[in-house]
Nanobody, 127 residues
Framework: HVRLVESGGGSVQAGGSLRLSCTAT????????MGWFRQAPGKEREGVAAIYTAGGHTYYANSVKGRFTISQDNGKNSVYLQMDNLTPEDTAMYYC????????????????????WGQGTQVTVSS
């Protein structure tokens, strides 16, 4: 259906920045929503950000709101995650996902399903 390749991860010190990139390839690409989630060892997957391709509506985890920015290119074959003011708590494997399912509850939200994702890119933040 779609192949996703993440890049841009690395090791940074607290307060630093990284820009993650995700390129989607494959025939029949038609994603209504794309996003990013992360997973640290021993922890559950956590939805980080999502963007709807049509209207550009975005979602952010409370823990990253104001620090991370999700965006797409005009061709919608790439999605980005600009991460600023990183903290050690941001250390995780970050995955780009096509067509996650976003569920809202109250003022919060989560990924009900994580869609199709790639192999991820590691982000390590040292103090």
């Amino acid at each position: 259906h779609v192949r996703l390749v993440e890049s841009g991860g690395g090791s940074v010190q607290a307060g630093g920045s990284l820009r993650l990139s995700c390129t989607a390839t494959g025939a029949n690409y038609n994603s209504n929503c794309m996003g990013w989630f992360r997973q640290a060892p021993g922890k559950e997957r956590e939805g980080v950000a999502a963007i709807y391709t049509a209207g550009g509506h975005t979602y952010y985890a409370n823990s990253v709101k104001g620090r991370f920015t999700i965006s797409q290119d005009n061709g919608k074959n790439s999605v980005y995650l600009q991460m600023d003011n990183l903290t050690p708590e941001d250390t995780a494997m970050y995955y780009c996902t096509a067509d996650p399912s976003v569920i809202e509850f109250g003022s919060n939200w989560a990924f009900a399903s994580f869609g199709t994702w790639g192999q991820g890119t590691q982000v390590t933040v040292s103090s």
